[in-house]
């Protein structure tokens, strides 16, 4: 379903896609497909597309998502040679294409993105098998102006002590435990960021990612901030 949030409609598709409009028609994708969340989607009315990292990068949803004119910002690392899936490497694709590290800035249309990192701290507790899933290098997240409002997605990274000083109106929570920040970490950060409104995102796609999130939108509620859930099955 489409969530309204001061001007921009918003949408959950499934994994971590994201899809946000602003009143003036701009279109901006958060890291769209995988596990066939965009199965039978072919909107490709996307000005800007935002990818974070590999376990993100899906060149055919991009393709279903992206406007022949669109600019695909895809952080440094997403490499196709060292992904494990049949995808074409980012250079390759019909579109305009922009690198970042972890710290870049740019404008594409009405948008500024930022790129930030995003990281397991090897000596916290989202580890598989005692080895982070996401070192520092491996991917980023993103803080977005568009419409006068901010958007913060912080991509599959633990809590980080950046991430406090953003200035944040909508807040893409990432809940899904495990290799990422947890839901109770998600709301304390929530509770950091105080944002107009937060919605989270990438949970119960896969086993991997299952959580609670009633229990994360109780909590986030209990402290005084807007919460809202989408269904991804409800386009």
Same mark, same amino acid.
């Given at each position: 379903?489409?969530?309204?949030?001061?001007?921009?409609?918003?949408?959950?598709?499934?994994?971590?896609?994201? +899809?946000?409009?602003?009143?003036?028609?701009?279109?901006?994708?958060?890291?769209?497909?995988?596990?066939?969340?965009?199965?039978?989607?072919?909107?490709?009315?996307?000005?800007? &597309?935002?990818?974070?990292?590999?376990?993100?990068?899906?060149?055919?949803?991009?393709? *279903?998502?992206?406007?022949?004119?669109?600019?695909?910002?895809?952080?440094?690392?997403?490499?196709?040679?060292?992904?494990?899936?049949?995808?074409?490497?980012?250079?390759?694709?019909?579109?305009?294409?922009? +690198?970042?590290?972890?710290?870049? /800035?740019?404008?594409?249309?009405?948008?500024?993105?930022?790129?930030?990192?995003?990281?397991?701290?090897?000596?916290?507790? /989202?580890?598989?098998?005692?080895?982070?899933?996401?070192? *520092?290098?491996?991917?980023?997240?993103? /803080? &977005?102006?568009?419409?006068? +409002?901010?958007?913060?997605?912080?991509?599959?990274?633990?809590?980080?002590?950046? /991430?406090?000083?953003?200035?944040?109106?909508?807040?893409?929570?990432?809940?899904?435990?495990?290799?990422?920040?947890?839901?109770?970490?998600?709301?304390?950060?929530?509770?950091?960021?105080?944002?107009?409104?937060?919605?989270?995102?990438?949970?119960?796609?896969?086993?991997?990612?299952?959580?609670?999130?009633?229990?994360?939108?109780?909590?986030?509620?209990?402290?005084?901030?807007?919460?809202?859930?989408?269904?991804?099955? *409800?386009?």
């Amino acid at each position: 379903m489409t969530i309204k949030h001061d001007g921009l409609d918003v949408s959950w598709l499934g994994y971590a896609t994201v +899809r946000i409009e602003s009143p003036d028609g701009f279109v901006v994708y958060f890291d769209p497909g995988r596990y066939g969340v965009l199965d039978d989607y072919y909107a490709r009315d996307g000005d800007l &597309i935002l990818v974070t990292h590999n376990h993100h990068y899906d060149s055919d949803a991009i393709e *279903q998502v992206a406007d022949a004119d669109a600019t695909v910002v895809a952080f440094e690392g997403v490499d196709a040679a060292t992904i494990d899936r049949d995808v074409v490497p980012v250079e390759d694709l019909p579109y305009g294409t922009v +690198r970042v590290d972890e710290e870049a /800035h740019l404008t594409v249309g009405e948008v500024d993105v930022w790129s930030l990192p995003a990281f397991n701290d090897p000596d916290g507790p /989202h580890l598989r098998d005692g080895d982070v899933v996401h070192p *520092q290098g491996f991917g980023c997240g993103f /803080h &977005i102006s568009i419409a006068d +409002r901010t958007v913060f997605w912080p991509g599959d990274s633990d809590v980080l002590e950046g /991430h406090k000083h953003l200035e944040v109106s909508l807040f893409l929570a990432n809940i899904g435990g495990s290799v990422v920040m947890d839901r109770r970490e998600a709301a304390d950060l929530a509770e950091t960021l105080d944002p107009d409104l937060v919605l989270p995102i990438h949970y119960d796609t896969i086993p991997l990612l299952e959580t609670d999130p009633d229990a994360f939108v109780v909590d986030v509620a209990n402290r005084g901030i807007p919460v809202v859930l989408d269904d991804p099955d *409800q386009v």
